[in-house]
């Protein structure tokens, strides 16, 4: 039998898989459902200061080895989703809260206003690529702006906080020492990577109506691996791994590298909400195989 | 081992075949294409650099479908702009479809607007297993009332309830729903329209122990059970994909339904 469990910044997961936001977890019954399935852990979607109707659909789109979104950070804005994600126990495991903000100052009214001790942990999400005035776009991928939101939320909040980079924002190990510096408790990485277009060549128009949107899925995963290998190379404190892993061994990969935990989203749709419990039979499987007996050996073991 | 990895949905993008009026204001777009879909099921239309919509299937002959839309907002006054020959992107089919249930003998379906479409393709689908069939469709007044050629021409007991009595019984669908439910010759009741018509069709089968399937309906954006727009309350479950026909074991079980449902922001909005 192998020992599935792991901790992850003083979080306890019953197993090393984590629901990545924005996939599903719009409502807490969602997540609830999710956690059911198998996730050992979740994260919220995103939530912004204001109300937000998003980008207009198609707003996702499969492609060949991959996934293209621009969602635009759709979400019921903080006061409807505090309400929304409360009586969390009910989920049955571990829920990180997920924000946004448009500057340093929105990210601490976020942190004052919308958390509550009820979630485990607050991941900060500095690297959308498709949602003007957020993320990359905003220019929070950088080692100065990602000290300053740190900073910001750190002072306002007890929860474990996680910061979530951009595949994009080079060097990622300067802006990752600049996170620890300011007290954050783990990395979330990476976010989808991009943005890229698709062209339907017959609509002569490009397939999600915001014209670009992140890459995820399969395509992204050598991408976010190279960023795990970065990132523990450069910072103590641990990785939430993320970016196509789509198998148990795709997961069990990341953690060779440095991951303590993985973050799925993509992945449920190649093979539905079923994924959580293949990715952890496929893990077990092939740590039974290979004379390992707990997740937690896997941790860095192969790290480039 | 992977194929699973090829998966994608990319949307076809189908000319307009013909286009077909309906009722005021309401057109059917055939599609010469083969959509393989069941009743209940529905497809998402992308018209490029305007939005993508779902739209439930009303007609699939197995040579072409037909979707009937009214024009009431941005997209649908958009498409019924187009012309035969103008090209929109279509994927899908998606979501669970009505299912024939083993040993329903005797069923009763009831569809307000456009839910009686797939209602109807589902009974003509039926007709053939041979069992008898009640068919209500209600709506508020005559000229909002949908299909009436289409079920004229189904081997089925039809009835039709207006709110204003300005064609059939003066009233609701339960009317009649409940008279043939006392009878207690029915096996299976199948509902499709406004929620709070389902839920009203729902409550009375269940108050005469008559299982049912409901179609529900939510805000979708993807599809494919990704997006997590159209969660449900209770369940927890996407019903792009864990629906939108769902049975009334799990309509017990889904909180919101006939209390509220969700706007794209994700923002809970109350049926009236
Ligand atoms: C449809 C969709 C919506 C997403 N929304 C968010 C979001 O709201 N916040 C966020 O931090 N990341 C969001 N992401 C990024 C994912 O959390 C994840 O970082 C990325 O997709 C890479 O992982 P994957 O390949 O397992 O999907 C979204 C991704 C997808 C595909």
């Given at each position: 039998?192998?020992?599935?469990?792991?901790?992850?910044?003083?979080?306890?997961?019953?197993?090393?898989?984590?629901?990545?936001?924005?996939?599903?977890?719009?409502?807490?019954?969602?997540?609830?459902?999710?956690?059911?399935?198998?996730?050992?852990?979740?994260?919220?979607?995103?939530?912004?200061?204001?109300?937000?109707?998003?980008h207009?659909?198609?707003?996702?789109?499969?492609?060949?080895?991959?996934?293209?979104?621009?969602?635009?950070?759709?979400?019921?804005?903080?006061?409807?989703?505090?309400?929304?994600?409360?009586?969390?126990?009910?989920?049955?495991?571990?829920?990180?809260?997920?924000?946004?903000?448009?500057?340093?100052?929105?990210?601490?009214?976020?942190?004052?206003?919308?958390?509550?001790?009820?979630?485990?942990?607050?991941?900060?999400?500095?690297?959308?690529?498709?949602?003007?005035?957020?993320?990359?776009?905003?220019?929070?991928?950088?080692?100065?702006?990602?000290?300053?939101?740190?900073?910001?939320?750190?002072?306002?909040t007890?929860l474990?906080?996680?910061?979530?980079?951009?595949?994009?924002?080079?060097?990622?190990?300067?802006?990752v020492k600049?996170?620890?510096?300011?007290?954050?408790?783990?990395i979330?990485?990476?976010?989808?990577?991009?943005?890229?277009?698709?062209?339907?060549?017959?609509?002569?128009?490009?397939?999600?109506?915001?014209?670009?949107?992140?890459?995820?899925?399969?395509?992204?995963?050598?991408?976010?691996?190279?960023?795990?290998?970065?990132?523990?190379?450069?910072?103590?404190?641990?990785?939430?791994?993320?970016?196509?892993?789509?198998?148990?061994?795709?997961?069990?990969?990341?953690?060779?590298?440095?991951?303590?935990?993985?973050?799925?989203?993509?992945?449920?749709?190649?093979?539905g909400?079923?994924?959580?419990?293949?990715?952890?039979?496929?893990?077990?499987?092939?740590?039974?195989?290979?004379?390992?007996?707990?997740?937690?050996?896997?941790?860095?073991?192969?790290?480039? | 081992?992977?194929?699973?990895?090829?998966?994608?949905?990319q949307?076809?993008m189908?000319?307009?075949?013909?286009?077909?009026?309906?009722?005021?204001?309401?057109?059917?777009?055939?599609?010469?294409?083969?959509?393989?879909?069941?009743?209940?099921?529905?497809?998402?239309?992308?018209?490029?650099?305007?939005?993508?919509?779902?739209?439930?299937?009303?007609?699939d002959?197995?040579e072409?479908?037909?979707?009937?839309?009214?024009?009431?907002?941005?997209?649908?006054?958009?498409?019924?702009?187009?012309?035969?020959?103008?090209?929109?992107?279509?994927?899908?089919?998606?979501?669970?479809?009505?299912?024939?249930?083993?040993?329903?003998?005797?069923?009763?379906?009831v569809?307000?607007?456009?839910?009686?479409?797939?209602?109807?393709?589902?009974?003509?689908?039926?007709?053939?297993?041979?069992?008898?069939?009640?068919?209500?469709?209600?709506?508020?007044?005559e000229?909002?009332?949908?299909?009436?050629?289409?079920?004229?021409?189904?081997?089925?007991?039809?009835?039709?309830?207006?709110?204003?009595?300005?064609?059939?019984?003066?009233?609701?669908?339960?009317?009649?729903?409940?008279?043939?439910?006392?009878?207690?010759?029915?096996?299976?009741?199948?509902?499709?329209?406004?929620?709070?018509?389902?839920?009203?069709?729902?409550?009375?089968?269940?108050?005469?122990?008559?299982?049912?399937?409901?179609?529900?309906?939510?805000?979708?954006?993807?599809?494919?059970?990704?997006?997590?727009?159209?969660?449900?309350?209770?369940?927890?479950?996407?019903?792009?994909?864990?629906?939108?026909?769902?049975?009334?074991?799990?309509?017990?079980?889904?909180?919101?339904?006939?209390?509220?449902?969700?706007?794209?922001?994700?923002?809970?909005?109350?049926?009236?």
């Amino acid at each position: 039998m192998i020992d599935l469990s792991t901790e992850f910044a003083g979080l306890k997961l019953a197993n090393p898989t984590v629901l990545a936001s924005g996939i599903l977890g719009v409502t807490r019954d969602s997540l609830k459902y999710v956690v059911h399935q198998g996730a050992g852990a979740c994260v919220i979607k995103s939530i912004s200061k204001e109300e937000r109707k998003g980008h207009d659909a198609p707003n996702m789109h499969g492609i060949e080895g991959g996934f293209m979104n621009a969602v635009g950070y759709s979400n019921a804005g903080w006061k409807a989703s505090k309400e929304e994600f409360s009586g969390l126990k009910e989920v049955g495991a571990p829920v990180i809260a997920s924000i946004i903000g448009k500057d340093a100052q929105e990210f601490a009214f976020m942190a004052e206003h919308f958390l509550s001790d009820e979630f485990a942990a607050v991941e900060a999400v500095l690297s959308c690529p498709h949602t003007p005035g957020y993320g990359t776009l905003a220019g929070q991928g950088t080692p100065e702006s990602t000290a300053e939101i740190t900073r910001e939320i750190r002072k306002r909040t007890k929860l474990p906080l996680f910061i979530k980079v951009s595949p994009d924002s080079q060097p990622i190990g300067e802006i990752v020492k600049a996170a620890e510096a300011e007290g954050a408790d783990g990395i979330t990485a990476v976010n989808t990577m991009g943005p890229g277009i698709q062209l339907n060549i017959e609509a002569r128009a490009p397939v999600l109506h915001f014209g670009r949107g992140g890459v995820s899925g399969p395509a992204l995963r050598p991408i976010a691996a190279r960023c795990i290998s970065d990132i523990y190379q450069s910072v103590k404190i641990p990785i939430m791994g993320v970016g196509g892993v789509t198998t148990g061994h795709d997961a069990i990969e990341f953690m060779m590298l440095g991951a303590s935990a993985v973050q799925i989203g993509t992945a449920i749709y190649y093979r539905g909400l079923d994924v959580f419990r293949h990715i952890t039979d496929e893990m077990s499987e092939w740590m039974e195989r290979e004379g390992f007996s707990s997740v937690k050996e896997l941790i860095g073991i192969a790290h480039v | 081992m992977k194929d699973w990895l090829c998966k994608n949905d990319q949307p076809l993008m189908l000319p307009i075949q013909r286009i077909e009026d309906e009722a005021e204001g309401v057109k059917t777009y055939y599609f010469s294409h083969r959509l393989n879909s069941r009743p209940g099921q529905f497809v998402m239309m992308w018209i490029p650099r305007l939005n993508e919509k779902p739209f439930s299937i009303a007609y699939d002959t197995g040579e072409e479908f037909g979707l009937a839309i009214a024009a009431i907002g941005p997209f649908t006054q958009r498409l019924a702009a187009m012309k035969v020959g103008d090209r929109v992107g279509i994927r899908g089919p998606y979501g669970k479809p009505f299912t024939i249930v083993d040993n329903a003998k005797h069923v009763v379906m009831v569809g307000g607007g456009y839910g009686v479409a797939p209602l109807a393709t589902f009974a003509e689908q039926l007709r053939t297993k041979s069992s008898k069939i009640h068919f209500i469709n209600g709506a508020r007044s005559e000229h909002k009332l949908l299909f009436r050629d289409r079920l004229a021409k189904l081997d089925a007991e039809t009835y039709y309830t207006t709110d204003d009595g300005s064609f059939g019984e003066k009233g609701r669908v339960t009317a009649p729903l409940e008279r043939i439910l006392k009878t207690g010759s029915v096996d299976f009741v199948y509902t499709c329209g406004p929620e709070m018509m389902e839920k009203a069709v729902f409550d009375l089968a269940e108050k005469y122990n008559v299982p049912s399937q409901i179609s529900i309906e939510r805000y979708m954006k993807c599809g494919y059970g990704i997006c997590g727009a159209c969660s449900v309350d209770g369940t927890g479950q996407p019903v792009c994909c864990d629906g939108p026909v769902v049975t009334n074991e799990q309509a017990r079980t889904i909180r919101e339904f006939g209390v509220h449902h969700r706007k794209g922001s994700g923002r809970k909005e109350m049926f009236a």
